[in-house]
């Protein structure tokens, strides 16, 4: 089992859309939830962090994250072409420095 | 803020060739990790460094892979010999940890914008 899983790609969903990105982990003592858009040919860049249980809102995303269940999603409401890009989850175990481990990524295509 | 500073943007090599890869951290920030990035393997962590010291380097993938800090500045990394199968895109990463309450957390990591190996 992986570490950290997203839902297999690509997505894809019609401009104006909700899309939603899920992403469960092993580790039941991580600690730090963080959400990346990586556009091709670009580098990560941060959407979200989340440390604590419940729902994180920032504009259009909101980040949703169930400790129990070791789950974390990612909510994009009304979904825009420039949203197109793969999004990738990453867990860190522990505080303090500790590594991030990523997912593989989920591909998501907003149709205009 | 300059943001992470990778050196150089490409590189382009024959097998057997020594690669040094470089990178600049954000000023501030006390860990530095390097990773690799494949289709096939995804995002892989090769190793970080926490105030210049390096604490986990599990994800080197053998002896011909070293990784230096020398100062909170300034890492490299070094693939001698360098082989096809290195081909990947490396990217340098910086953090700091973030007080939340009485917790401190990990920041998130601010990527730099890579370097393109590739391999001949």
């Known amino acids: 089992q992986k570490e950290v899983e997203q839902n297999s790609g690509p997505l894809s969903v019609p401009e104006g859309a909700i899309a939603s990105l899920n992403c469960t982990y092993s580790?039941?003592?991580?600690?730090?939830f963080f959400w990346y858009r990586q556009y091709s040919g670009k580098s990560p860049e941060l959407i979200m962090s989340?440390?604590?249980?419940g729902d994180k809102e920032d504009g259009r995303f909101t980040a949703q994250l169930n400790k129990a269940s070791q789950y974390v999603s990612l909510l994009i409401r009304d979904s825009q072409p420039s949203d197109s890009a793969t999004y990738l989850c990453?867990?860190?175990?522990?505080?303090?420095?500790?590594?991030?481990?990523f997912g593989d990524g989920t591909t998501l295509t907003v149709k205009p | 803020d300059a943001g992470v500073i990778q050196s150089p943007r490409h590189e382009v090599t024959e097998m057997g060739q020594e690669v040094t890869l470089r990178c600049k951290p954000i000023?501030?920030?006390?860990?530095l990790f390097w990773y690799r990035q494949t289709m096939m393997r995804g995002l892989e962590l090769l190793i970080y460094?926490?105030?210049?010291?390096?604490?986990?380097d599990s994800g080197m993938p053998e002896d011909r892979f070293s990784a230096k800090m020398p100062n909170a500045s300034f890492s490299t990394l070094k693939i001698q010999p360098s082989e096809p199968r290195d081909s990947a895109v490396y990217f340098c990463?910086?953090?700091?940890?973030?007080?939340?309450?009485?917790?401190?957390?990990?920041?998130?990591?601010?990527f730099g914008n890579g370097t393109r190996l590739t391999v001949t």
């Open positions: 990463a910086s953090s700091r940890g973030t007080r939340l309450g009485v917790r401190v957390v990990d920041s998130p990591l601010h």
């Open positions: 580790d039941r003592v991580s600690q730090s």
């Open positions: 989340i440390y604590s249980n």
């Open positions: 990453a867990v860190t175990p522990n505080t303090n420095a500790g590594k991030s481990t």
């Open positions: 000023s501030g920030h006390n860990s």
């Open positions: 460094f926490n105030n210049n010291v390096p604490i986990d």
